[in-house]
Nanobody, 116 residues
Framework: QVQLVESGGGLVQAGESLRLSCAAS????????MSWYREAPGLRRELVAS???????YHLDSVKGRFTISRDNARNTLYLQMNSLKPEDTAVYYC??????????WGQGTQVTVSS
């Protein structure tokens, strides 16, 4: 079992920055890929960024150049640095951990609200 706890969300103005954190506990040595998803009201949950255990990353086109995913394996923590935030980034952001071969774990989510 893996437990995930997100933090760092809040209310900011357009153009400002936030850093989300996701602390993992439990069977952390079994975690492979980790990801950030977001879900805005009325929209489907979408993959924002992901990072493999080797450090290979993926970022959604609309956040490339503004968001950066990273992980600190020694601290069992996943990060999402979000710069130049836009109102359309407003959503609940969820941390996700994948454990081979088919287990997915989710955090409780953290709200990010960007005002124009």
């Amino acid at each position: 079992q893996v437990q995930l706890v997100e933090s760092g969300g809040g209310l900011v103005q357009a153009g400002e920055s936030l850093r989300l954190s996701c602390a993992a506990s439990g069977s952390v040595s079994s975690i492979d890929d980790m990801s950030w998803y977001r879900e805005a009201p009325g929209l489907r949950r979408e993959l924002v960024a992901s990072i493999t255990s080797r450090g290979d990353t993926y970022h959604l086109d609309s956040v490339k150049g503004r968001f950066t995913i990273s992980r600190d394996n020694a601290r069992n923590t996943l990060y999402l640095q979000m710069n130049s935030l836009k109102p359309e980034d407003t959503a609940v952001y969820y941390c996700n951990a994948f454990v081979h071969p088919y287990q997915y774990y989710w955090g409780q989510g953290t709200q990010v609200t960007v005002s124009s």
